[in-house]
Nanobody
């Protein structure tokens, strides 16, 4: 089991920045990949950014060049630096991890990001 807690969301104006954090506890030594997802009202949850155990990163086209994912070496913390925020970035942001030895995935409860125009 891995327990995830997101923080850092809030209300920001267009063009502003926020840094989201995801704190992981439990079987963190078994974490394979980590990622940030978001879900806006009436829309499906989508991948925002991911990072593998080797440190490779991937981003949704809509956030490339604006968002940066990072994590601690111990994999107990993951971050999402969000710059040049747009109203369309408004959503509930979740962190998710997958494990090396299981198909199970673990999700946090999310942190709300609201970007005002």
């Amino acid at each position: 089991q891995v327990h995830l807690v997101e923080s850092g969301g809030g209300l920001v104006q267009t063009g502003g920045s926020l840094r989201l954090s995801c704190a992981a506890s439990g079987m963190i030594s078994s974490i394979k990949a980590m990622g940030w997802y978001r879900q806006a009202p009436g829309k499906q949850r989508e991948l925002v950014a991911g990072i593998t155990s080797g440190g490779s990163t991937d981003y949704a086209d809509s956030v490339k060049g604006r968002f940066t994912i990072s994590r601690s070496n111990a994999k107990d913390l993951m971050y999402l630096q969000m710059n040049s925020l747009k109203p369309e970035d408004t959503a509930l942001y979740y962190c998710k991890v997958s494990l090396t030895w299981s198909t199970a995935e673990f999700w946090g409860r999310g942190t709300q990001v609201t970007v005002s125009s």
